[in-house]
């Protein structure tokens, strides 16, 4: 029998001002959209196109980065995506962008008030990216913490097993 390895094993983790900095951006970038949106000037109609097509980017930038980090991992060794999902992820996602961008483009509003809308939206969807990353990296992290810690249980078990077995 082997002596139990005293290897000590590092997990990388976020730190919390990271965690915290990821999630105030994100609320910081839903405050902006919802303040733009709910003070647009204009039809109602194009309001409720414009909080579609914001709602429809959120997603499909969740969803994006989520097919490339288990792209990613299928390279390790797990089942990758059947070929025609990477079309669907990727066409999803620029077509989100395009049609809000077309309708923020087309609305007849102030200048200014597009332009704060577009950054605004951009905000957004660069937060989204980077909460999936921090949310996705937390639980992989916890993933690595649970299987570290059902080794060592079953190292100690047989050991315990072991040392019974012999008295």
């Given at each position: 029998m082997q002596p139990l390895s005293s290897t000590t094993v590092?997990?990388?983790?976020?730190?919390?001002?990271?965690q915290f900095q990821t999630w105030a951006s994100f609320a910081i970038?839903?405050?902006?959209?919802?303040?733009?949106?709910?003070?647009?000037?204009?039809e109602a109609l194009d309001r409720a196109f414009m909080v579609m097509g914001y709602v429809?980017?959120?997603?499909?930038?969740?969803?994006?980065s989520k097919f490339i980090r288990d792209g990613e991992q299928a390279t390790v060794?797990?089942?990758?995506?059947?070929?025609?999902?990477?079309?669907?992820?990727?066409?999803?996602?620029?077509?989100?962008?395009?049609?809000?961008a077309w309708g923020?483009?087309?609305?007849?509003?102030?200048?200014?008030?597009?332009?704060?809308?577009?950054?605004?939206?951009?905000?957004?969807?660069?937060s989204a990216f980077t909460l999936a990353k921090t949310l996705r990296d937390r639980h992989e992290a916890d993933m690595a913490e649970a299987r570290l810690q059902g080794r060592r249980m079953?190292?100690?078990?047989?050991?315990?097993?072991?040392?019974?077995?012999?008295?």
């Open positions: 590092s997990i990388h983790r976020d730190t919390r001002a990271w970038a839903v405050f902006l959209c919802a303040t733009g949106l709910s003070w647009l000037p204009g429809f980017c959120l997603s499909t930038a969740f969803m994006l060794g797990t089942g990758r995506d059947v070929p025609m999902w990477r079309l669907v992820v990727w066409g999803s996602f620029f077509t989100a962008m395009g049609l809000t923020l483009v087309r609305m007849e509003i102030n200048d200014t008030y597009k332009a704060f809308l577009g950054v605004s939206w951009l905000f957004l969807i660069s079953t190292r100690a078990e047989a050991a315990t097993a072991a040392v019974a077995a012999t008295e």
